[in-house]
């Protein structure tokens, strides 16, 4: 007797997250075979597909396209991951995050495909890639934009072939996947291009390896510095400037003909929760890497405030703690460690000895981050600012947290209640 598959989201995400052995298990041989039964393999996914792949920058640049492609009046499609809050995050049909049903079809789609011949068996990501590859296949936009969740050749988005591949940054993370070897990470992310396809290569200190691969294929390269530099004319989208020129030169390779009004337009209101999104005193981003906890105090620094600079720090086991610390000291003035729960977790306890090892202010230690956001919000100054950092999960359950104990009517986009990003 075939078993009942899932009816509610929540049903089916815990599906998903028992079915495999493993929760990440990098190759394209499985996933590449359910997407030839599904038939997302036989025909374009979308008129121009690009593919962002990146050590950190990829969130930022996805959000840019997408917001220079709707001002420029195109129909869009874009997959994503990891979620902060909800997983139809991870989809956006044009503009608008996917609902229960269309994600629901995905993963049904995905099911009958994978048990249609010998059963194959698929990751959570895996399952979510295809099915939102499927869900893009049913109504083909004008421009499809893929996030790379992890390296770029092995990864399951690399199963589509796009128009136009950009690599942010490379920098060290995900070791036990892709090692330490920058110049080895870098031929891992470039291998999202194609042959005789643009390369957008989106920072001027990539390892050499990237352009090597552009090389060795005949993919015309456009390098920042070189091809393509940011324009100072154009507003500040309060996202890393390098990611605002390289989505330009992506769309524009793409075949969008760019119209300085409309990019004027999508520039000043392009917004992406959890990168430098401020609320309040507070502000809340993803990084959780040593290259992107730099990124942060660069800008803290770059608009010091009157008061203290706290930081609420809670990471995965698997990320580097030590280095992302030693990033951030510079600027901080004080620490709440806080723990995360799951197989990959690390406590509150482990991140304060870090902290110590490196003569840095704990000011507590909590069970998760809710706890600690309330914590810190009883002891705040008017003039503290609060940088919540250290994983997806971290600012996910701030960011709930923050919603919960708003005053009524205040959302983190109310003027009165901002802090001018820095």
């Known amino acids: 007797m075939n078993e009942a598959l899932p009816t509610t989201l929540d049903a089916w995400l815990a599906r998903l997250e028992a079915a495999h052995p493993v929760g990440i298990d990098l190759g394209l041989e499985r996933v590449a075979e359910v997407a030839r039964r599904m038939g997302l393999l036989a025909d374009r996914l979308a008129g121009r597909v690009i593919t962002v792949a990146g050590t950190n920058g990829k969130g930022s640049t996805v959000a840019l396209l997408e917001a220079l492609a709707r001002a420029h009046g195109l129909t869009t499609a874009t997959y994503t991951s990891p979620h902060l809050i909800r997983y139809n995050e991870r989809l956006r049909l ?14 049904e789609a995905v099911e009958t495909a994978r048990l249609a011949g010998d059963p194959v068996s698929l990751t959570y990501f895996e399952v979510g890639t295809l099915g939102a590859l499927w869900a893009i296949s049913q109504r083909p936009p004008d421009l499809a934009i893929l996030e790379v969740g992890l390296g770029g050749r092995l990864d399951a988005v690399n199963v589509i072939d796009p128009d136009v591949a950009v690599v942010t940054t490379v920098a060290q993370d995900h070791a036990a996947f892709l090692g330490t070897d920058l110049e080895q990470i870098g031929r891992e992310k470039a291998g999202i291009m194609r042959p005789g396809r643009p390369a957008v290569l989106g920072s001027t200190t990539l390892p050499a390896s990237v352009r090597e691969v552009a090389e060795a294929l005949g993919a015309p390269v456009y390098a920042l510095g070189e ?12 996202l890393p400037l390098d990611n605002a020129a390289t989505a330009l ?19 000043s209101e392009v917004c992406l929760p959890g990168r430098m999104q401020w609320w309040g005193q507070w502000c809340l981003d993803v990084g959780h890497n040593p290259h992107a906890a730099g990124y942060l105090a660069d800008r803290l620094r770059a608009s010091p405030g009157c008061g203290r600079t706290l930081a609420l720090l809670a990471m995965l086991g698997d990320k580097d703690a030590p280095g992302v610390i ?9 620490w709440v460690a806080a723990s995360l729960t799951g197989e990959r ?37 008017a003039e503290d600012r609060v ?11 701030v960011l709930q947290w923050l919603a919960s104990h708003a005053r009524p009517g205040q959302t983190d986009t109310d003027e009165s209640s901002r802090e001018v990003a820095p």
């Open 249 to 267: 030169q992506a769309l524009s390779l793409a075949g969008v003909t760019l119209e300085a009004e409309a990019c004027r337009r999508a520039l």
């Open 94 to 107: 044009d503009g608008a995050e996917a609902d229960d049903a269309t994600l629901i079809a995905g993963f």
């Open 227 to 238: 091809a393509y530099a940011w324009d100072p004319t154009l507003p500040d989208p309060g």
């Open 345 to 381: 977790a690390r406590s509150a306890d482990e991140l304060a000895e870090h902290l110590e090892e490196q003569g840095e202010r704990v000011l507590h230690r909590a069970a998760s981050p809710g706890q600690a956001a309330a914590w810190l919000a009883s002891r705040l100054e």
């Open 326 to 334: 030693a990033a951030l000291a510079p600027v901080v003035d004080g």
């Open 387 to 397: 940088l919540v950092c250290g994983s997806f999960f971290t600012v996910g359950e």
